[in-house]
C-alpha cells in the first residue's frame, strides 16, 4: 500500500477492517466510511449514498449463508484504491450446499474527509455466477467456447 498520506492510510484501514468482518450487527458503520453522496456499483446495483448501500448487504445477508468478504491485495495512492478480493458465501436452499467463491476488485476513491465517495466493483457475473447454474452454464460455457480464439 502506498498512500499519499496517512489520513488515506487510515481511511483504507477503516474500509478493509469493516469488510473483514461485515455482518449483519455493524452495518449502521457504512454510515461513518461512505459519504452521503457516495456513489456505489456493482454488476446489479448502481446506487447513491450509504442507506442505499446499506440496503444492498442487508439483502445479501437476507439472500446467502455466510456471506464473507477476504481481501488479499490492497493497492493505494493518492486518494484511490484498489482491492482485491474473494466472497465466500452458501446459497440459502433447505439441502446443504456447496460453497461458492466469487473473485473480484473494488475501485474505491476518498474524499478529503477521509471517506468513500466512490466505490464499484468488478467482477465477471457470467464465470462467478451463471455458468455455476446447471442448464445456464453449460449455454454461456458454450458461447465463450464459440468465442474463443483457438
Known amino acids: 500500500m502506498t498512500p499519499a498520506n496517512p489520513d ?3 481511511a483504507v484501514k477503516r474500509l478493509t477492517g469493516l469488510y473483514a468482518t461485515l455482518n449483519p450487527g455493524n452495518l449502521d458503520q457504512l454510515g461513518a466510511i461512505y459519504d452521503a453522496e457516495a456513489s456505489f456499483k456493482d454488476p446489479f446495483n448502481e446506487i447513491q449514498g450509504p442507506v442505499q448501500i446499506r440496503k444492498i448487504f442487508e ?17 493505494a495512492q493518492d486518494n484511490h484504491c484498489f482491492l482485491i ?10 439441502k446443504p450446499t456447496m460453497q461458492q467463491t466469487i473473485h473480484g476488485a473494488s475501485h474505491v476513491i476518498f474524499n478529503e ?5 466512490y466505490h ?3 467482477w465477471d457475473v457470467a464465470e462467478e ?4 447454474f446447471p442448464l445456464l452454464g453449460s449455454l454461456l460455457r458454450w ?8
Do not use: Q
Open 8 to 10: 488515506i492510510t487510515a
Open 59 to 75: 439483502h445479501m445477508f437476507n439472500a446467502l449463508n455466510k456471506p464473507k468478504f477476504t481481501i488479499s491485495k490492497c493497492i
Open 85 to 94: 478480493w474473494d466472497f465466500t458465501f452458501y446459497f440459502k436452499s433447505p
Open 113 to 117: 474527509k477521509g471517506m468513500v465517495s
Open 120 to 122: 464499484r466493483d468488478y
Open 129 to 132: 455466477l451463471y455458468e455455476k
Open 143 to 150: 458461447i465463450k467456447r464459440r468465442l474463443a480464439v483457438n
